[in-house]
């Protein structure tokens, strides 16, 4: 599945692409939280939709980790474990500057007006907007920085990768999250990819440090 198809940016155009995106949204929002059981009639019912595309929608998302399915159990949110986090943050740490280096050395000025447009609409974001609203602005601008990247299959694994520590990141973009944001952003369009690297890795290692902050339990899911 490729990154465009996980998370379209403009209205999808069959039922099950739409379920699936929002699905997905539910998950790595926490508006579906860890553990939660998944009735396709209940989501079916609250959508507006059948229970075919969901239950479909169901084993999509298995195959990228973020829903599980047991037989006899149905299908459950897939839970949280920190340590796998650390895992999943090791890997974007080794794919996501390599992919961001192969992206700005392709960069032409249609993808440096992406990267202006993704971070003002980045910015752009206030307190008031909604959780759906910040992770959309937030994960198209890492995903237009990697979008030149020539090798399709290590920018599939960086958008899987971010949908997984997604789900440990806080649900706002703090200041200075923004500030990292800028940064990057004006090094991109400077063309400064040294510069680039050095802080893409740079705010990973800050996210790694948010995510691994003490929060208390890990939230359970419902029955």
């Known amino acids: 599945m490729s990154p465009s198809s996980t998370w379209p940016a403009d209205p999808p155009q069959t039922r099950a692409d739409w379920v699936d995106a929002r699905l997905r949204m ?12 998944l ?8 959508w507006g939709v059948s229970a075919t595309p969901l239950r479909e929608a169901f084993q999509r998302l298995a195959g990228d980790g973020l829903v599980e399915i047991a037989p006899q159990r149905g299908a459950r949110v897939a839970g949280l474990d920190r340590d796998k986090a650390a895992e999943y943050y090791e890997l974007r740490l ?12 392709q960069a032409d000025a249609a993808f440096l007006d992406e990267v202006r447009r993704a971070i003002s ?43 997984q520590t997604q789900r440990f990141a806080a649900n706002s973009i703090d200041v200075k999250h923004i500030g990292q944001h800028r940064a990057l952003a004006e090094a991109v369009l400077e063309g400064d990819i040294g510069e ?24 359970a899911g419902e029955p």
């Open 39 to 46: 009735h396709a009639e209940r989501l079916a019912t609250q």
């Open 121 to 163: 609409e980045l910015e752009a974001v206030g307190t008031a907007d909604s959780v759906e609203t910040g992770f959309s602005a937030h994960r198209s601008f890492h995903q237009t920085l990697l979008s030149r990247c020539r090798n399709r299959e290590m920018l599939r694994m960086c958008t899987l990768l971010q949908d």
């Open 196 to 219: 680039a690297v050095r802080l893409i890795t740079l705010h990973l290692h800050t996210t790694v440090d948010a995510a691994h902050s003490p929060t208390g339990a890990l939230p």
């Open 94 to 105: 080794l794919l996501e500057p390599r992919a961001l280096e192969s992206s700005l050395r």
């Open 26 to 37: 539910a998950i790595l929002t926490g508006q579906l939280k860890a553990g939660t059981r």
